[in-house]
């Protein structure tokens, strides 16, 4: 039977001996390749340097080609009890992404502190990253305390400081080692110099260290890749696609995709070379298709219906972050949020507390995210996402944040924040209350054209077919002197505007289209435009974009929406007079067009 793997990160301040506990443990333990530590020792002998055990990781480095099994950041040894992969995080500041990265997947740390130099700022920093990335376990390691002459008052001063400091972050260290890497005090052995202290060593310590819970037992989650659709052969199967982050489920189960909302049955499983047992559990790639034919995106998360408890979805959270960006964070500037599978753009809207790591005092009256600060704030995305609470679900309940394409910050989502008005919701107020009219009034126009101003939006998934019914509408209007316009979005597109993310230029795009379309409907206009995938999200942005006129939503496709987004469901049996005809009454009862027009 193989043994239990537990993964320790050993984090701390530049030079407070992390590698050197660490080379220690792998000395003390066997671990080493045979004769490895005699090299060493004569290595810095010949160089007339003196000898420490952290020189034993940067020699393993250069092994790799033979097949040792320790690389830049991690290293691998076992007990009679377990397997133990032990990652070196960087002590210095500018590595803090490297430390980071080490942290968010460890069962436990070791945090360690120089008992001469006392505590230091990353001491501080990296406690505090801890606690924000939920590693469950954390024993601090008193390291050179042969400097400190085993003095029991510097170390329960030590012991006093730092857990006052970890309280306030919600933490409590397993115990406190005074040790000594160099000398190998309480590291495997307890020693005769610190003879009033009882605890456990260094490695006893690690053996008490618990696995994370398994994600099995944990509620279904899977966040979605993609879709995958099969026409050869007559195959009609659409087949959703993702890594199963929690939980399990099986053939016939119920589900519910969100943040869409919409619900279906599993029908089978799918793989490559072989299909999936008929229930499978995490982690586990997974393809599965459904009893009934919905649309669904990449990025929703598929949950069983039977769960206990579900994904919260909004659009505004309350998030813990660190930023890591050159440039600083600034609000009114898009960024990338990546959350599971989700790929969204969010822009920072409030800063609650930007915190001193150092201190965890909250500086007065700061606007922006600088290097290595970490905040409580206020993210607002441009469209609803599903996620979790870290303790449910660690791949939906922790995020990064993409700027210029290059990874800037990251974090754990803390909750919804549901009071005050959305980004888009304020600017929308502004540009209302500063709009400017001039002497011709809306009754005015709507005696002239003898219609009112309509924006008429068709969706659907094929594109073509919804682009030749939009500028059939627009000939059937203005065969009826009605005044109509074609505005396809393609025509709003500026080169300068484009990004080279596909992400962001839909929102660029909507937001464009909704603003263009504000000001031709204010000029009398039944303006028509062809969007394809549009989901219900996308449509209420466009529909406050057009405050304060109203929006006619037309759709080609019964299961790309649902709950009724769509004011007017066509049927794809019905040719296109009947789809015409159909769209010209509903103008009709919404008193848009006159009676004579039907």
């Known amino acids: 039977m193989e043994k239990e793997s537990l993964k320790v990160v050993i984090v701390g301040h530049v030079d407070h001996g992390k590698s050197t506990i660490l080379g220690r443990l792998l000395a003390d333990t066997g671990s080493l390749p045979e004769g490895k530590l005699a090299q060493v020792q004569e290595s810095c002998r010949r160089n007339a340097r003196p000898f420490e055990y952290a020189f034993l990781l940067d020699a393993l480095k ?23 992969i032990m990652m070196d995080a960087p002590g210095h500041i500018e590595f803090l992404k490297n430390m980071v990265t080490g942290a968010a997947t460890a069962d436990a740390a070791l945090l360690v502190i120089d008992a001469h130099e006392g505590i230091q700022e990353n001491s501080k920093r990296h406690g505090y990253l801890l606690a924000m990335l939920g590693v469950p376990q954390v024993a601090v390691v008193i390291n050179k305390f042969d400097l400190s002459g085993y003095d029991r008052f510097v170390y329960e001063q030590i012991v006093k400081e730092y857990s006052a400091f970890l309280q306030r972050l919600g933490v409590k260290a397993s115990c406190y080692i005074p040790a000594s890497g160099r000398h190998g005090e309480n590291i ?3 020693s ?10 260094v490695l006893s310590q690690l053996e008490t260290f618990t696995k994370r819970g398994s994600s099995e037992k944990k509620p279904f989650r899977m966040p979605v890749q993609d879709i995958y659709k099969f026409t050869a052969q007559g195959d009609e199967r659409r087949i959703v696609a993702g890594t199963i982050a929690g939980g399990s489920i099986a053939v016939g189960d119920s589900v519910v995709f969100l943040p869409s909302g919409k619900e279906s049955v599993v029908k089978t499983f799918e793989g490559f070379p072989a299909s999936p047992e008929s229930r499978v559990s995490a982690p586990c790639p997974l393809g599965v298709t459904l009893s009934t034919q919905i649309y669904v995106r990449p990025g929703e998360i ?18 813990n972050l660190f930023w890591l960006g050159r440039a600083p964070m600034v609000k009114r500037k898009r960024y990338k949020l990546k959350i599971g599978q989700a790929r969204i753009p969010v822009e920072l809207v409030e800063l609650r507390s930007v915190i001193d790591a150092t201190e965890l005092g909250t500086p007065q009256n700061k606007e922006q995210l600088d290097r290595h600060d970490i905040a409580e704030c206020v993210l607002e995305t441009t469209r609803p996402i599903a996620f979790d609470l870290l303790k449910d679900c660690e791949a939906s309940g922790r995020f990064v944040l993409v700027d210029e394409f290059q990874i800037a ?49 068709l969706t659907g998934v094929d594109l073509p077919r919804i682009r030749e019914l939009a500028r059939q509408f627009e000939r059937k209007l203005f065969t009826l002197h009605l005044n109509a316009y074609y505005l396809a979005p393609a025509s709003l597109s500026q080169p300068e505007q484009l990004t080279n993310d596909e992400l962001f230029e839909r929102e660029e795009q909507l937001a464009h289209l909704g603003s263009t379309a504000r000001i031709l409907t204010d000029a009398g206009l039944i303006v028509v435009t062809p969007l394809s995938g549009l989901d219900e999200h996308e449509i209420a942005k466009l529909r406050l974009l057009n405050t304060p006129y109203e929006l006619l939503t037309v759709s080609l496709d019964e299961e790309l929406l649902s709950g ?4 007017l469901l066509l049927s794809p049996k019905w040719d296109i007079e009947e789809m015409l005809a159909a769209m010209m009454a509903i103008l009709n009862r919404q008193n848009v067009i006159p009676d004579y027009c039907i």
Not at 448 to 454: D, I, L
């Open 188 to 190: 495997v052995e307890l």
């Open 62 to 84: 250069n092994e790799q080609s033979q097949g040792i099994t320790i690389d830049t950041a991690r290293c691998f040894f076992k007990t009679a009890k377990r397997r133990y």
């Open 192 to 201: 005769r110099n610190t003879p009033w202290y009882s605890g456990p060593t």
């Open 409 to 457: 910050g990251g974090g754990v989502i803390l909750g919804a924040v549901s009071e005050g008005r959305s980004a888009l919701q304020e600017r929308i107020r502004k540009r209302e209350v500063s709009w400017e009219g001039g002497l011709v009034s809306a009754p005015e126009r709507v005696l002239r054209n003898r219609h009112r101003g309509k924006f008429v939006l």
């Open 564 to 567: 009724g987004a769509a004011d």
């Open 302 to 319: 598929m949950c069983r219906k039977d769960e206990a408890s579900f994904p919260q979805v909004a659009d505004r959270l309350h998030v």
